[in-house]
């Protein structure tokens, strides 16, 4: 198997809007990674798979999330490829 590349992007939120956000600040980081995650699959940007691995939720978890979220489901052939390739593991 080959070496998994990866890149890190960092979002600086200065501290009066992260105290403005109606949220714990021990849950922001994690609520961003996921609501980036629901946007960019709302727009067909990313497949399920990476959608729900950038939130950090399984397949089931995040197709929940976008039923909850009123975001439809987009399964097409990447996300067939996907399937298909998690099954043969």
Not at 4 to 17: D, Q
Not at 33 to 53: N, P
Request: net charge negative; hydrophobic share 40%; proline share 4%.
């Amino acid at each position: 198997m080959g070496k998994t590349s990866s890149w890190e992007v960092r979002i600086i939120v200065p501290e009066h809007i992260k105290s403005s956000l109606k949220l714990p600040p021990d849950e922001i980081e994690n609520r961003l990674r996921i609501e980036l995650a629901l946007r960019l699959y709302a727009k067909k940007i990313v497949s399920l798979g990476v959608a729900r691995r950038i939130a950090g939720l399984t397949k089931w978890e995040f197709i929940e999330l976008l039923a909850k979220e009123g975001i439809p489901l987009h399964y097409g052939e990447s996300e067939l490829q996907e399937d298909l390739e998690w099954l043969e593991e």
